[in-house]
């Protein structure tokens, strides 16, 4: 009778493989980065993911979590770190700043159609500044743009030109 064959195969070293990349993906995968100060002081390395976020009050799969039960009932979770969903929900009323601006070149563009044209948008469309042949409406938003972004910048310039009456204080009676 034939002798059977073997199913498996004689490990081999693979020269191909990088292990210490390997490894940095292993325990990149089992400790993850937690970007999040609170959270990660109160990360225990020793727990799962899933109980480390249940603890703090938050859910590692939001599709079960929409069919929670009242708390305190049988099998619902026991938030045993609160003050971290409280400090979570403070951070997120918190309004967040408009850090938005506008390139060097946008500011210096908009200031020479206005220093050049006031509020005449149809002669900046015109301009041969208007390099990007935008239309009328475009470098009304780019104005309305620098007045949002900058409007300490805009104020200051705008008192620069002069007479507010030849200028209207900056387009207003266009409803910026």
Same mark, same amino acid.
């Given at each position: 009778m034939p002798k059977a064959k073997k199913s498996s195969r004689k490990m081999r070293f693979d020269y191909n493989r990088d292990r210490k990349k390997l490894k940095k993906k292993f325990l990149k995968k089992n400790n993850p980065r937690i970007e999040h100060p609170q959270i990660r002081d109160a990360w225990d390395s020793r727990k799962s993911m899933a109980s480390n976020l249940?603890?703090?009050? &938050?859910?590692?799969?939001?599709n079960r979590s929409?069919? !929670?039960?009242?708390?305190?009932?049988?099998?619902?979770?026991?938030?045993? %770190?609160?003050y971290i969903l409280h400090q979570l929900q403070e951070e997120a009323s918190r309004p967040e700043k408009d850090t938005k601006?506008?390139?060097?070149? &946008?500011?210096?563009?908009?200031?020479?159609?206005?220093? !050049?044209?006031?509020?005449?948008?149809?002669?900046?469309?015109?301009?041969? %500044?208007?390099?990007?042949?935008?239309t009328p409406k475009q470098i009304l938003r780019k104005i309305r743009e620098y007045r949002r972004c900058h409007p300490d910048h805009y104020q200051d310039f705008m008192r620069s030109l002069g007479d507010p009456r030849d200028r209207r204080d900056g387009l207003d009676h266009m409803d910026l």
């Open positions: 249940r603890e703090m009050g &938050l859910t590692f799969d939001p929409v069919g !929670q039960r009242k708390p305190g009932a049988a099998g619902a979770p026991v938030v045993t %770190k609160p601006t506008l390139s060097s070149d &946008l500011l210096e563009f908009v200031q020479h159609m206005i220093r !050049q044209h006031g509020d005449d948008i149809k002669a900046m469309a015109r301009d041969e %500044k208007n390099y990007y042949q935008d």
